[in-house]
DNA sequence: CCAAAAGTGTTCCGTCTACACCCATGG
DNA sequence: CCATGGGTGTAGACGGAACACTTTTGG
């Protein structure tokens, strides 16, 4: 390697990834028990090393897809996290990325397979490392971010009701909203299209359900809940 | 090193600040001639490498302090960039950071020293490397910023003026503001307070000086403009 | 027949927007 | 005395928040 920066200190880079899923009326995260040491055993988010090949997304995507099969998830990047401390192992920094996906999609044996599981957001244990500060602004994000983009829909099945889109943006902003006024905003966006299909799991009169229409979304990406 | 994670490659790490300044009602950038092989010559935001003993945000305030002689900035990460070919000699992961300063805190002499100068945001140069899609997410990240966090007066001196503050907003929004409705919002805010000084350099009748009251802010730090 | 979730409008209030003229002063 | 930037108020439009009852149907 005759390289330009030699004279420079290289330093691990490794992307870590905050998963969320929604289920049961709640935000989850998917965590597992760390495998390697340091800090084997304890609570963690999924992640792992950028390999010399890779850019940054193309890792985190790596790691996504390594554990659950899924690609094309939405992704954001949180941040890069650098505290020269907080890996207790080495020195290693972190690029944090969120990722919302429908837990349906999600196998249950490679669940298993990987040990993760679903935790609620608001019941969380302590994570390994810098992982819950990484939570915690990951969330924050959500919270700006899904007023004015289109996030939800990736937390749920392709056809939903118009009460589990509720319970999503409930979910994340942590507040109740009115039934009447959320419908009122849902009716005016044009690309949350209703369906003449009926959804009878969750009452006995029944509901419609609804699609997010994502060609005439991109066709005016403008989004205002 | 017997370290933990020696089968993974390392990489480098630098940071890029991205510094804005306010001046002649322009929202400027400071960049300067790059200094180094590869892309000697080039327009540049000033950077440098992550040291093997200091924070990103270490990082980020010596590069910055070296630059301007300035401690305490404004200062925010904007994110992480990782494409594997985005620098041209080795890969380089950068963490970009944004900064706002008063640019008569600055020191001419020391801005002719590193070779940088002041550029218009809308009359940009090329950048080296990927350098302008950092400001461009940067100004988005002002953008989104500057009407929920007191922003501004970082760019302004400590006394300042009504119509110099309504010029801040005026060229990071990219938009007009009307004069009434923009002093009317201003006087409902009580950490912005008005000084009996009166500033006579832009106009013969002379503007009001006021002042942003940080510990008043920090007391009850809500901000909506 | 009743429990449980789905669905539906109106009113009020506060906020944002548009808009034009007088003031003070230095040169 | 006039050119220049500083400073002020009001009316109408709009959007957000509060609020309660009827419908459907499986068990």
């Known amino acids: 390697m005759t390289g ?3 004279e420079h200190s290289k330093v691990w880079v490794s992307v870590d990834c905050i998963i969320f899923g929604f289920d049961h009326d709640k935000l989850k995260l998917l965590i597992g028990r760390r495998q390697m040491d340091p800090g084997r055993g304890e609570w963690s988010l999924y992640g792992g090393f950028v390999r010399a090949d890779e850019s940054l997304e193309d890792a985190a995507n ?3 897809y390594d554990l659950t099969g899924l ?3 939405y992704m954001k990047q949180v941040g890069a996290f650098g505290d020269i401390d907080r890996d207790p192992g080495e020195r290693v920094i972190s690029v ?13 044996k490679l669940m298993q397979e990987h040990g993760v599981q679903w935790v609620p957001v608001d019941d969380m244990p302590q994570l ?3 992982h819950n500060y990484m939570v915690k602004k990951a969330i ?5 971010r899904i007023k004015s983009e289109p996030l939800s829909f990736n937390l749920l099945p392709s056809l939903f009701t118009l009460t589990q889109l509720q319970h999503v943006y409930e979910a994340i902003l942590g507040e109740e909203i009115d039934k009447r006024n959320f419908r009122k905003r849902i009716k005016q966006i044009d690309f949350i299209e209703k369906t003449d299909l009926i959804d009878k799991t969750t009452s006995k009169r029944g509901a419609y359900l609804y699609r997010f229409n ?3 979304y991109q066709e005016e990406p403008i989004f205002k809940l």
Chains 1, 2 share one sequence.
Do not use: Q
């Open 62 to 64: 790596r790691v996504l």
């Open 71 to 73: 690609r094309r998830l």
């Open 128 to 130: 390994y490392s810098d």
């Open 4 to 6: 330009y920066y030699g």
């Open 96 to 108: 944090a990325y969120c990722a919302l996906i429908n837990v349906e999609d999600y196998d249950e």
């Open 214 to 216: 994502k060609r005439m």
């Open 140 to 144: 924050t994000l959500l919270r700006r």
